[in-house]
């Protein structure tokens, strides 16, 4: 990779970092430590691999994306407006304020591309479990060798705290039974909780907890180091018969200079001192705030027409499966629209009030 290229992705990941820092530091509430730290994991997965459409957020066969660490809402708002989709530079200004577009934790249904309501720890890890699950379902029923119409991937961002929750625990147990190997989770592994170091509470070896549930663990040192993450997506990637789990290790509020690597810069914002040493230190404007650079928006922008190439692409597939199996087409968009199906009263069961009594595990179903 050319060194001007490199150049400008780690321009587009101090956009991230400092889009989000700012935007924190009006609100006077939120959480920068992740966005700091995350932002280049996220920054590679959502240049190099995520598969989306911004101009149209709702594309069936779009891969998922899901900020389990949902308290890092900012990181994603910011790659949502910087990628293009509807979402303001004013809406970032607005975080966090009253009937804004961009609450404290993401929110399905309000703000474009936020594809689960996050927040509560591991919440995220298993939403994106089920995602993967109806995706893999979903393709074994509709696809034909000729016409892979529902072919995405699923991606969850994870902190500790998530990795503390049972439910992560487990829905991660059933994903690797199911072999779910397009499901792949990014852990922000920066060992810092809002009390402190999460030694504290959380001792286990998470890499051999994830492999006896029948995940691939794959592992990046440094959560600065683009091209070791890049690796680690394209190996998850091609393990197809399991899911996926990246350690990247990472320094929480990465950058600056008083707050990194420790909570406090985990539950509050950093501060505009804090935030102006950060900026200063690798020659960054101070002000104004918000400071996008073109370049770095132009490279972000090109979201719009790749997304655009693939859905086109996906159109074609899907007007040639109707073609060729009209039937199924058809259910599947049905299904896809949550409709349905016609007169589905008349399929239900009736239960006489005088029958002998029956458990509803024994009658559903029938």
Same mark, same amino acid.
């Given at each position: 990779? !050319? ?16 889009? @989000? ?18 932002? /280049? ?10 598969? +989306?459409?911004?101009?149209? /957020? ?5 891969? =998922? #994306? ?6 890092? !809402?900012?990181?994603?708002y910011s790659l949502l407006h910087l990628t293009g989709y509807d979402l303001s530079l004013d809406d970032l200004k607005s975080f966090r304020q009253w009937e804004s577009r961009t609450p404290g934790h993401p929110e399905?249904?309000?703000? /474009? ?12 890890? @298993? ?7 109806? *995706? ?5 029923? +509709? ?25 992560? !625990?487990? @829905? ?14 990014? +852990?922000?592994?920066?060992?810092? &909780? ?18 006896? +549930? ?29 899911? !996926?789990?990246?350690?990247? =290790? ?14 406090? &810069?985990?539950? @509050?914002?950093?501060? *505009? ?16 705030? #918000? ?17 655009? *190439? ?16 009209? *039937? ?20 239900? /069961? ?10 509803? =595990? ?5």
């Open positions: 990779m !050319s060194n001007n290229q490199t150049q400008l992705d780690k321009k587009c990941i101090n956009t991230i970092r400092f889009l @989000s820092a700012d935007a924190i530091q009006k609100a006077n509430s939120g959480h920068p430590g992740i966005c700091l730290g995350a932002a /280049p994991m996220a920054y590679i997965l959502w240049d190099r691999y995520l598969r +989306y459409n911004p101009v149209d /957020p709702g594309w069936i066969d779009r891969d =998922r #994306f899901v900020l389990s660490a949902g308290h890092g !809402s900012m990181l994603l399905w249904g309000l703000t /474009p591309g936020v594809e689960a309501t996050t927040g509560p720890l591991g919440q995220g890890v @298993s939403n994106a479990v089920g995602m993967a699950m109806a *995706e893999a379902h979903l393709a074994a029923i +509709y696809n034909r060798p000729d016409h892979k119409i529902v072919d995405h991937y699923t991606y969850a961002l994870a902190g500790d705290g998530c990795l503390m929750e049972g439910v992560t !625990s487990e @829905s991660c147990s059933l994903a690797g039974h199911l072999k779910l190997g397009k499901l792949i989770v990014l +852990y922000d592994d920066n060992q810092i &909780s809002l009390a402190g170091s999460t030694s504290l509470t959380f001792s286990e070896d998470v890499e051999k907890r994830f492999e006896a +549930y029948g995940w691939q663990v794959l592992k990046v040192t440094d959560g600065n180091d683009l091209e070791g993450i890049d690796q680690a997506i394209k190996g998850a990637r091609e393990e197809t018969g399991k899911p !996926s789990l990246i350690m990247v =290790r990472t320094v929480i509020g990465d950058g600056a200079p008083n707050k990194e690597g420790t909570f406090g &810069s985990h539950g @509050s914002p950093l501060g *505009e001192e804090e935030i102006a040493a950060a900026k200063e230190a690798i020659d960054w404007p101070v002000e104004p705030a #918000f400071f996008i650079p073109e370049d770095g928006l132009a490279h972000f922008r090109l979201a719009r027409e790749r997304g655009g *190439e693939l859905e086109s692409r996906w159109n074609i597939i899907l007007k040639d499966y109707k073609e060729s199996y009209p *039937e199924e087409a058809a259910e599947f968009q049905r299904i896809m629209a949550g409709k349905l199906p016609a007169n589905w009263e008349e399929g239900l /069961p009736e239960f006489p009030a005088d029958s002998s009594p029956a458990a509803t =595990r024994a009658t559903s179903g029938k």
